[in-house]
């Protein structure tokens, strides 16, 4: 698998680098006063970047004037496992390089992506990167193996919480897993062992062997 670099032509459909933010004490808080776990670990909100100045420029001119959360997603992975999507975009900047992997809305066919179209992106360290509403992504990979990584979250307050209490009105509220989250699991994923709407056919790509 090729992996391209978020300042790439590639990465365009996906989303973009957005510049002109001081990105240094993002990059301590979450090194200082965030795990590194064996696993992956995601928390909407974290106290240590939600003081930090940037914060309310995010909100302002990222999100527009929209409140937001900024939280982690930390570990070690090197799977797709999963692809999810928000009705927003949503901002992610890392302590050390990470890759994403990253699909497109539009190539969702019968509530069925094929894993063959998903591609993989680096993201260098400290670079605040957006991704577009309409970019289907889950966790981070790390970009060294063993390495793991520590990576921003932010997104419109409210985001990855309590799952709203809803009837389907159509197939696309089954893939509801959270507030203003929608996933695609992988048939080998614990998460569509644990009940997860199975979205993405071919393999369950794994990086591990490119890193």
């Known amino acids: 698998m090729k992996i391209y670099s978020a300042y790439d032509p590639e990465f365009r459909p996906y989303g973009q680098v957005l510049e002109g933010y001081d990105t240094a004490p993002i990059v301590e808080a979450l090194a200082n006063h965030t795990p590194l776990p064996e696993g992956v670990e995601y928390v909407p909100s974290e106290p240590a970047l939600e003081r930090l100045p940037v914060k309310e420029q995010m909100q302002d001119h990222v999100f527009g004037g ?28 890392g302590v050390k390089d990470f890759i994403l992997l990253l699909g497109l809305r539009q190539d969702i066919r ?35 193996a063993g390495q793991g990584f520590q990576v921003l979250v932010a997104l419109p307050k409210g985001t990855n919480t309590e799952k709203p209490n809803i009837q389907p009105k159509n197939t696309e509220d089954t893939w509801m897993t959270a507030r203003n989250k ?12 644990g009940g997860a709407y199975v979205g993405l056919t071919g393999e369950n790509i794994d990086i591990a062997k490119f890193i």
């Not at 929608?182 to 062992?193: M, R």
């Open 66 to 93: 929209m409140p937001v959360q900024l939280g982690w997603c930390n570990g070690h992975n090197t799977k797709l496992n999963c692809l999810e999507y928000h009705r927003d975009s949503e901002v992610n900047l």
């Open 182 to 193: 929608w996933l695609l699991a992988h048939a080998e994923s614990s998460e569509a062992a």
């Open 110 to 144: 019968d509530g069925v992506l094929d894993t063959a179209t998903v591609k993989a992106f680096r993201c260098p360290a400290g670079t605040m990167i957006e991704v577009y509403a309409t970019a289907l992504h889950y966790a981070p990979c790390e970009a060294k």
